[in-house]
């Protein structure tokens, strides 16, 4: 079973991915709602996988993404965010992303990227 933290600064959201993960070999550890909560978060709990949202307060996606991947080079992030704009999604897989896909997803959508995750971390 891998382990995931879900980081998006809106409760409905970290809820609605939460309920995918039954389909899933995910166990939620963490939620956090900022990019400053996620680095303690991410410390504490050392997840396989991470959700993030890009449009954050105190801390935005691309800087958390930024020091998630300097405290570990086996973080397997999945961007999940409503600013589709290219430049944004290519700056967050420079800075160590592994996948992106844009609001509003489908569950299907969301599943199919973290399966695609998971499957990296198992080679």
């Known amino acids: 079973m891998y382990t995931l933290m879900i980081v998006d600064d809106s409760s409905i959201i970290r809820n609605r991915i ?22 303690e978060m991410f410390k504490k709990h ?29 973080t397997n992030i999945l961007v999940i965010s409503a600013l589709s704009d290219r430049p944004t999604g290519l700056r967050a897989l420079q800075y160590g992303a592994r996948g992106y896909i844009s609001k509003p997803f489908t569950d299907e959508q969301l599943v199919m990227a973290l399966s695609k995750l998971i499957a990296r971390i198992r080679k």
């Open 46 to 74: 050392r997840p396989d996988l991470v959700t993030m949202d890009m449009t954050m307060p105190k801390m935005d996606g691309l800087e958390c993404i930024k020091q998630l991947c300097a405290l570990s080079d086996k």
């Open 18 to 39: 939460e309920r995918c993960m039954d389909k899933l070999e995910l166990n939620v550890v963490a939620m956090a709602e900022n990019g400053e909560e996620a680095v």
